[in-house]
């Protein structure tokens, strides 16, 4: 009992208290000032504002989004493609402020703009988005073989159009 002295004592009490304090002053800020990114929808049925000329392909594209936290990784897919297909997710980008910026490769033949003389369909592409209510999509896409901007809206696929796709083989 020789070794239990009151300065000893106090030391450890001392230190456990500023640590418990300083944990709850922390846990306190966390809970009300910091926030996880909302969920965005994985799915959206991608739609092209204006008709592309000399195009007989639809305009209705899938954006597939697989997000961490603020982190997004997504592929952009003709609407009839099969699960199968889906696994290579070209796009990278951020979710920052009801804001989706994504750029990577896509195929630019789903935009009928892919010429005869082209050996390769992968382009370079960016996409700027809003979050709109509903959890709609609106935004436009930048391919770097394309002149023009492409404006588009994008719609949440629900879960029934989900498991109807991929039936369809």
């Known amino acids: 009992m020789n070794h239990f002295n009151f300065k000893s004592l106090t030391f450890y009490g001392v230190a456990i208290g500023s640590v418990l304090l300083l944990f709850k002053a922390v846990t ?3 809970e009300n000032h910091l926030q996880a990114s909302p969920m965005i929808s994985d799915r959206y049925r991608l739609t092209l504002i204006e008709k592309l000329p000399n195009c007989e392909k639809s305009d209705k594209l899938m954006l597939n989004i697989q997000q961490s936290g603020i982190y997004l990784n997504a592929s952009l897919l003709p609407l009839n493609t099969n699960a199968e297909n889906e696994k290579n997710l070209t796009l990278t980008g951020i979710f920052k402020n ?6 990577g490769k896509i195929d630019s033949s789903i935009f009928c703009f892919a010429t005869k003389s082209q050996d390769t369909p992968l382009k370079s592409a960016t996409m700027q988005m809003q979050l709109a209510d509903k959890g709609d999509i609106t935004g436009k896409i930048i391919i770097n073989a394309i002149p023009r901007t492409l404006g588009f809206t994008a719609t949440p696929q ?5 498991s109807q796709n991929t039936n369809k083989h």
Do not use: M, V
């Open 28 to 30: 306190a800020y966390g």
């Open 158 to 162: 629900n879960s029934q159009e989900k």
């Open 98 to 103: 009801q804001q989706l910026s994504l750029s």
